[in-house]
């Protein structure tokens, strides 16, 4: 009788143990369905999106640096500016088009920014003009910023450098 009584713990101990896996099994089942949705809820979502901020193209390492408390700032409104400009969008055509000579921004966060775009044949050294309209400034609460146009302006391999007004101003009065 005592060899029954053992057999029988083994049987329900055996029983708890062979039920556990299939808990695990269905908590295994929710999260990987869940997981599964996630994704192409994303991609419903961004269907008429052109997936570029800034002219920069997303990716899965900067996309969720685009979500940042949502995208409100539309850049640069240029009827604030004292200066002829033209459009950002503009400037980022003649840059695939290789007609960038030179990109200067001005420091510390580059939110001013002129190009210098190339002389056409029998023309002289063109004037660097500022990029208005639509250029990005930097918005601690969302996506702009003109890092993005400094990382843009180095993958075509444009020259550009960093100016800090004031030191400028002054090595021009020495």
């Known amino acids: 009788m005592h060899s029954t009584t053992t057999n029988l713990s083994l049987k329900v101990q055996n029983t708890n143990f062979e039920q556990e896996p299939s808990r695990r099994q269905a908590l295994k089942s929710a999260f990987l369905s869940i997981a599964l949705m996630a994704p192409t809820t994303q991609r419903v979502l961004a269907v008429d999106d052109d997936l570029t901020r800034g002219g920069v193209k997303l990716s899965p390492f900067n996309g969720l640096a685009f979500q940042y408390r949502g995208n409100a700032n539309n850049g640069l ?3 604030t500016l004292s200066e002829p400009s033209i459009p950002y969008m503009e400037f980022l055509e003649r840059m695939d088009k290789g007609e960038v000579e030179f990109v200067e921004f001005m420091a510390p966060n580059g939110d ?18 500022r ?25 075509k391999g444009v020259p550009f450098k960093f100016t800090v007004p004031a030191l400028a101003a002054y090595k021009t009065g020495l």
């Open 77 to 79: 409104d240029a009827s």
């Open 112 to 129: 001013a920014a002129y190009v210098t775009f190339k002389s056409k044949e029998g023309e002289g050294k063109q004037k660097p003009i």
């Open 131 to 155: 990029i208005g309209d639509g250029y990005p400034i930097e918005d601690p609460e969302g996506w702009s910023s003109p890092s993005f146009v400094v990382k843009a302006v180095q993958k």
